[in-house]
């Protein structure tokens, strides 16, 4: 059975950072691509950032991008999200999503989400 540990969230004051953790119990960790993902109430949930399995590449949604850094530690088993100049709409329950595509079947796990809170 697939766990994740999602750590890092919390409140904070606008403008402010937070280091979002999700540590993945996850055989071949590096063989994932890791996403974050939140979803804000009455929102619909929506990806934020992705890295890739091979190569690290990253991906950010237009309202983050040069304010949050994707990073993973394969050694670890564990992808960080670094967020900064947060904004109250960024406040949202996050979620940490392993996604691996294989010739038989494809693997996607979620997390149990970890709570952001952004103050004005």
């Known amino acids: 059975q697939v766990q994740f540990v999602e750590s890092g969230g919390g409140l904070v004051q606008s403008g402010g950072s937070l280091r979002l953790s999700c540590a993945a119990s996850?055989?071949?960790?590096?063989?994932?691509?890791i996403g974050w993902f939140r979803q804000a109430p009455g929102k619909e949930r929506e990806a934020v950032s992705c890295i890739s399995s091979v190569g690290g590449r990253t991906y950010y949604a237009d309202s983050v991008k040069g304010r949050f850094t994707i990073s993973r530690d394969n050694a670890k088993n564990t992808v960080y999200l670094q967020m900064n100049s947060l904004k109250p709409e960024d406040t949202a329950v996050y979620y940490c999503n392993a996604y691996r595509r294989s010739p038989l079947r494809d693997y996607d796990y979620w997390g149990q989400g970890t709570q952001v809170t952004v103050s004005s």
């Open positions: 996850l055989e071949a960790f590096d063989y994932y691509a």
